[in-house]
């Protein structure tokens, strides 16, 4: 961001002085957004209507943007100079909505500072950068907190419930479609614009145990449009199950819909259906182990088809955004690392680059257990945030 551009202080705006009466009561977590684009509208919104939270600046390269985001009579001061943002005594925290590209940069900045981070995803552009990010967060006991919007759903919540209390019994699948026509984006193919969010939903609700061990993808580009319009991502996971996410900006209908099979039951998600976003069926295969059979039996079938209830659990509707900043806020005042960590955008950043690598070899598999794509960081365990992630 600039450097060399001091803001203007909004109408109303006062900035207290160290040690002023302001600063010692005000006990709300003092926040900049950073980014005043396609996101970061969305984030001032929330962070003005979380409780906890207290929105001194909005910094982005066009002044006039922010001060049109903030309005003629908000306090909010606007400036185009992140040094100042980060000079200020009152904020605690940043929040960054800006282009990928300079993720790395603002956040390590931000961390140097001594300020707790939310970013957008991708979390950075590259493995070693989110690495990087949070290794330092880490260092200084700091929040470094991954905006993976879907996970703070009350649907995707519920469903994380689900599976990781053993209602649906063992993960056998996890299959999700994500299509809709448009929008072809001008620097990224359609498995970094639209899986992200299927592959964070699938970090998120996952059970203890289980993860990702290899990726393998196809991809094609039938309108010539210079990058990959349709795209099929399948993950290998560590219990023997498959994950597959299917991504497409070329399909005249939009569908969003993602099928979670288990032992026992299985979850059906359609985001399209408000009533019912969520099914719970208890419908499957049973298989009986041959040390069960009887001679009388053992000519039969080992399988069985199971037909049971399906159940819509009531879901209260809430703007997951919210949940988002409320997370943040409480992951700060209690000391305790966030539900989408640091480490979870740099394990969703890893799927994809495997994809990447993956069509790169015309399709082969990649692994997920070799030196350089799984560095220590990834998998070293972290016992200060085992109590406070469940993964």
Not at 56 to 70: A, F, G, P, Y
Not at 183 to 208: E, G, K, Y
């Amino acid at each position: 961001m600039g450097s060399n551009v001091v803001a203007h202080e909004a109408p109303g705006e006062h900035v207290p002085t160290p040690g002023s009466t302001e600063q010692q009561f005000d006990r709300r977590i003092g926040l900049a957004v950073i980014g005043a684009g396609y996101w970061g509208p969305n984030l001032v919104r929330n962070a003005q209507q979380t409780a906890a939270l207290r929105l001194h600046w909005l910094c982005d390269l066009d002044e006039q943007r922010s001060r049109k985001v903030l309005g003629e009579y908000s306090t909010v001061a606007s400036t185009t100079s992140y040094e100042q943002v980060l000079a200020d005594e009152r904020v605690q925290a940043v929040a960054i909505a800006t282009p990928a590209g300079v993720h790395h940069r603002l956040a390590r900045a931000a961390l140097e500072a001594g300020k707790h981070v939310l970013v957008e995803k991708p979390i950075t552009t590259t493995v070693e950068e989110a690495a990087d990010l949070v290794a330092l967060a880490e260092e200084r006991g700091l929040v470094l907190m991954c905006d993976h919007t879907f996970c703070y759903t009350p649907v995707v919540r519920r469903i994380r419930e689900l599976v990781h209390g053993g209602e649906i019994g063992d993960v056998q699948f996890f299959d999700s479609v994500r299509i809709n026509l448009g929008l072809v984006q001008p620097d990224v193919d359609v498995l970094w614009d639209l899986a992200p969010h299927d592959l964070s939903i699938l970090d998120f609700v996952l059970p203890p145990g289980v993860e990702p061990v290899g990726v393998s993808a196809q991809a094609a580009d039938p309108i010539g449009a210079g990058r990959a319009c349709v795209a099929y991502l399948t993950l290998h996971l560590s219990n023997g199950a498959l994950a597959h996410c299917h991504v497409n900006w070329l399909s005249p209908t939009k569908v969003r819909t993602t099928l979670i099979g288990g032992s026992r039951r299985t979850l059906v998600w359609d985001d399209l259906n408000p009533q019912a976003r969520l099914a719970v069926h208890d419908r499957g295969v049973d298989l009986t182990p041959p040390d069960e059979l009887t001679d009388a039996i053992r000519h039969r079938a080992l399988i069985s088809y199971r037909v049971g209830d399906v159940v819509a659990p009531a879901l209260v509707e809430q703007e997951a955004l919210r949940n988002v900043m409320g997370e943040f806020a409480a992951a700060i005042a209690e000391g305790r690392a966030p539900l989408t960590d640091g480490r979870a955008g740099l394990r969703v950043l890893r799927l994809l680059h495997a994809a990447s690598r993956c069509l790169e070899l015309g399709g082969a598999t990649v692994p997920l257990d070799g030196p350089a794509d799984t560095p220590d960081l990834i998998t070293r365990p972290l016992p200060a945030q085992q109590k406070a992630t469940a993964r």
